[in-house]
């Protein structure tokens, strides 16, 4: 989906996948291709650049945080995409995990709440020369309606709950991932639609930034 095959921290890039991915039980081909590729150093400040590729998530201003590698992958590998697939994602954040989707799928629906970010987010996506990521600020926990339905749905935050509007976002066979439970630590949730209804599956613990919005949590500043 981009021409951006950077060479720079290819090492690190494939320590990362053998290190903490593969050997953790991460098996599909095109995540790990994928993840061999986005140039993750780049979605970090400058400062922060040879810190890039460890076993960790990273700040990224805004009270915010780029996602541990393993957790972009696992998430990603729950959504079993399709190269014609259509994902939506909440929380664009760094713009890392939304570049390994556009690798994945056919385009990229993501929504971020913080305009300031966004913008800074933007500018990289553009950089880097993706042409299949569509963006907007506002609250994903409603969703993308107009957009809808959806393939696959990944949210980056945790939620108290599963936001009602991005189960009905959901194609019939769509997956949704997103992280349920308190502020502190959350089970990460996958959740299929069928033709008769939804199958809920947990399938590990996982800890999250707070997902803010009407189906998310209450947002203590306003
Ligand atoms: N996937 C991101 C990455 O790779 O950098 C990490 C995202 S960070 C853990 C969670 C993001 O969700 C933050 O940028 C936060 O502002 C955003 N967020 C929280 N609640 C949101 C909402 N209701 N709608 C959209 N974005 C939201």
Redesign the pocket.
């Known amino acids: 989906m981009t021409g951006s095959d950077s060479t720079e921290y290819r090492h690190e890039r494939e320590t990362m996948v053998v290190t903490q991915l593969e050997n953790r039980g991460i098996y599909n081909q095109r995540v790990l291709d994928a993840m061999r590729k986005v140039p993750r150093h780049l ?1 970090v400040e400058k400062a922060l650049r040879d810190q890039a590729y460890a076993d960790c998530p990273l700040p ?1 201003g ?1 009270d ?4 541990q590698p393993y957790m ?1 992958a696992e998430m990603t590998q729950i959504l079993e995409l399709l190269p014609h697939d259509r994902v939506l994602e ?8 939304t570049a390994v989707l556009a690798e994945l799928a056919s385009r990229v629906y993501s ?4 305009h300031g ?1 966004l913008t800074r987010t933007m500018k990289q996506i553009d950089r880097l020369g993706y042409d299949n990521i569509v963006t907007k600020c506002s ?3 409603d969703g993308w309606l107009e957009q809808s339905p959806f393939d696959a749905i990944i949210v ?2 945790g939620s108290p709950r599963v936001p009602e509007p991005l189960k009905e976002q959901l194609n019939i066979g769509g997956r949704l991932v997103i992280p349920v439970g308190d502020g502190f630590s959350q089970i990460l949730m996958k959740i299929t639609r069928k033709e008769d209804g939804f199958i809920e599956r947990s399938m590990m613990g996982c800890r ?6 009407r189906h ?1 949590w209450e947002d203590k500043k306003t």
């Open positions: 979605f990224i805004y915010q945080t780029i996602s972009v909440i929380g664009t954040g760094s713009g890392y995990q929504i971020e709440r913080i970010l609250d994903g926990t980056t935050a999250f930034v707070k997902l803010i919005g998310g």
